[in-house]
Nanobody, 124 residues
Framework: QVQLVESGGGLVQAGGSLRLSCAAS????????MGWFRQAPGKEREFVAG????????YYADSVKGRSSISRDNAKNTVYLQMNSLKPEDTAVYYC?????????????????WGQGTQVTVSS
């Protein structure tokens, strides 16, 4: 089992930045990939960014590409999502996800561990 705890969300003005953190614990040694998803009110959860646990390959949704950066610190078992130039449409609950298996980074069903989420609110 793997436990995921997100932090770093909050209220920020448009154009500002936030760094989200996801601390993993438990059976982290064999994790294969991790991702960030988000869910805005009234919308389905969508992929934001993903990263391989060992190789550092990264993947981004078009909506955040160029404004966000995902990284990991294996020594701390933590994955980060740096978000810059935030827009009101980035307002959502952001979830961290992880899995021990290979597969698509982009699909929600490809992850079997999820955090509780952290709220990001961007004011205009």
């Amino acid at each position: 089992q793997v436990q995921l705890v997100e932090s770093g969300g909050g209220l920020v003005q448009a154009g500002g930045s936030l760094r989200l953190s996801c601390a993993a614990s438990g059976r982290t040694r064999s994790l294969y990939r991790m991702g960030w998803f988000r869910q805005a009110p009234g919308k389905e959860r969508e992929f934001v960014a993903g990263i391989s646990w060992s190789g550092g390959s990264t993947y981004y949704a078009d909506s955040v590409k160029g404004r966000s950066s995902i990284s990991r610190d294996n020594a701390k078992n933590t994955v980060y999502l740096q978000m810059n130039s935030l827009k009101p449409e980035d307002t959502a609950v952001y979830y961290c996800a992880a899995t021990h298996y290979s597969g698509s980074y982009y699909l929600e069903g490809g992850y079997n561990y999820w955090g509780q989420g952290t709220q990001v609110t961007v004011s205009s």
